[in-house]
């Protein structure tokens, strides 16, 4: 099918990239590493993959849309409706500091006027799962959205965002899957595609196999939430700040490929990967008193290094633990007390 843009539309276009770096001071504090999109031909191409032309109806919701570039593309490319969650104080106090020194730029208020309401920013925090709010009866962000079934990909909805590139971006990303396994929040209706900008590393992390070095429990969460695919990665000279950031696609699996409920599964990952280069019959104590019951309970060798593990090998692993008599029954309690005992 040929890509088309709906000639009715248009919207003003943002100020020089020359002028970002002045115009919109970004905070790099460590965990305030705020990346956004900058470059219109990459937020172009960004929006032309998600197929806005095949679904007419399509709506978008987008987290951490900073001075909105992307934003503007997905509108221009087709999107029904655009609702934004950013509350990032460094992007709305330079904006209104460069409304005193006369720049010519489209702020987001400027971008709804613009688009005769199909834009619609919320200041709320985009890690407070706001989702919930945004969609129930009292905002009602977009009012014909209705939810449909897990048999299907979702194709009135999206979930866009360039997330942070720290531990704030990872603890989003991670919450999101967790969402999409749980059919929470945006996932309430239905398999909702996601398409998020992160670093190349955090994006590595994601699909890396086990035995890599850079596997984590977020790779394993992924591995079993969600299909990825990896859509670009255009260079670091098109994002403020400049950090080498990659577009990533997620279709939630029909299924989970979990035997457990999610928070056992997050708590024994989060409990085996403190110590991942590890063996397994080292470290799974750290499950709880007189986890190592559960060693001649599994069907393969439990001298596997825990960074070696494969999803299946995990689940199985999380099975036994609940199906454990003894297992410690207020599981993130036990995780928190667990990382203040070791952070000591």
């Given at each position: 099918m040929m890509h088309t843009r709906p000639l009715f539309r248009s919207l003003s276009p943002l100020i020089s990239t020359d002028l970002w770096p002045t115009v919109f001071k970004a905070s790099?504090?460590?965990?305030?590493?705020?990346?956004s999109v900058m470059t219109e031909d990459v937020a172009n191409l960004a929006a032309a993959s998600m197929k806005f032309e095949s679904h007419p109806n399509r709506s978008v919701l987008e987290i951490f849309s900073g001075p909105g570039q992307l934003t503007r593309s997905m509108y221009l490319a087709g999107a029904k409706k655009i609702i934004t969650v950013e509350n990032g104080d460094t992007f709305q106090s330079s904006l209104k500091a460069s409304n005193k020194i006369n720049f010519p730029f489209l702020e987001t208020q400027k971008l709804e006027d613009e688009s005769n309401g199909a834009i619609k920013n919320y200041n709320m925090n985009p890690l407070s799962d706001p989702f919930d709010e945004l969609l129930g009866p009292k905002v009602n962000a977009i009012p014909d959205l209705v939810p449909q079934d897990w048999e299907n990909i979702q194709s009135n909805v999206l979930l866009v965002g360039t997330i942070p590139n720290s531990t704030l971006g990872e603890k989003c990303l991670h919450d999101l899957l967790t969402?999409?396994?749980?059919k929470m929040g945006i996932f309430k209706y239905g398999r909702v595609e996601m398409y998020i900008f992160m670093f190349k590393d955090a994006a590595k992390r994601l699909i890396s196999p086990p035995g890599t070095?850079?596997?984590?429990?977020?790779?394993?969460?992924?591995e079993?939430?969600?299909?990825?695919?990896?859509?670009?990665?255009?260079?670091?000279?098109?994002?403020?700040?400049?950090?080498?950031?990659?577009?990533?696609?997620?279709?939630?699996?029909?299924v989970p490929k979990l035997d457990v409920p999610m928070e056992v599964f997050d708590f024994c990952l989060r409990s085996l990967f403190t110590s991942k280069s590890n063996p397994l019959n080292k470290v799974i104590k750290l499950l709880g008193p007189g986890a190592d019951i559960l060693l001649k309970r599994l069907s393969f060798d439990h001298s596997i290094k825990v960074k070696h593990m494969?999803?299946?090998?995990?689940?199985?692993?999380?099975?036994?633990?609940e199906q454990?008599?003894?297992r410690p029954t207020v599981l993130y309690d036990d995780m928190i007390l667990h990382e203040h005992k070791k952070k000591r």
């Amino acid at each position: 099918m040929m890509h088309t843009r709906p000639l009715f539309r248009s919207l003003s276009p943002l100020i020089s990239t020359d002028l970002w770096p002045t115009v919109f001071k970004a905070s790099r504090a460590r965990g305030q590493l705020r990346v956004s999109v900058m470059t219109e031909d990459v937020a172009n191409l960004a929006a032309a993959s998600m197929k806005f032309e095949s679904h007419p109806n399509r709506s978008v919701l987008e987290i951490f849309s900073g001075p909105g570039q992307l934003t503007r593309s997905m509108y221009l490319a087709g999107a029904k409706k655009i609702i934004t969650v950013e509350n990032g104080d460094t992007f709305q106090s330079s904006l209104k500091a460069s409304n005193k020194i006369n720049f010519p730029f489209l702020e987001t208020q400027k971008l709804e006027d613009e688009s005769n309401g199909a834009i619609k920013n919320y200041n709320m925090n985009p890690l407070s799962d706001p989702f919930d709010e945004l969609l129930g009866p009292k905002v009602n962000a977009i009012p014909d959205l209705v939810p449909q079934d897990w048999e299907n990909i979702q194709s009135n909805v999206l979930l866009v965002g360039t997330i942070p590139n720290s531990t704030l971006g990872e603890k989003c990303l991670h919450d999101l899957l967790t969402a999409s396994t749980e059919k929470m929040g945006i996932f309430k209706y239905g398999r909702v595609e996601m398409y998020i900008f992160m670093f190349k590393d955090a994006a590595k992390r994601l699909i890396s196999p086990p035995g890599t070095p850079s596997r984590n429990r977020v790779s394993v969460l992924a591995e079993a939430a969600a299909e990825m695919t990896q859509i670009m990665r255009p260079g670091a000279t098109h994002f403020h700040l400049p950090y080498d950031y990659e577009l990533v696609h997620f279709a939630p699996h029909k299924v989970p490929k979990l035997d457990v409920p999610m928070e056992v599964f997050d708590f024994c990952l989060r409990s085996l990967f403190t110590s991942k280069s590890n063996p397994l019959n080292k470290v799974i104590k750290l499950l709880g008193p007189g986890a190592d019951i559960l060693l001649k309970r599994l069907s393969f060798d439990h001298s596997i290094k825990v960074k070696h593990m494969s999803l299946e090998q995990l689940n199985e692993v999380a099975l036994k633990f609940e199906q454990w008599p003894l297992r410690p029954t207020v599981l993130y309690d036990d995780m928190i007390l667990h990382e203040h005992k070791k952070k000591r």
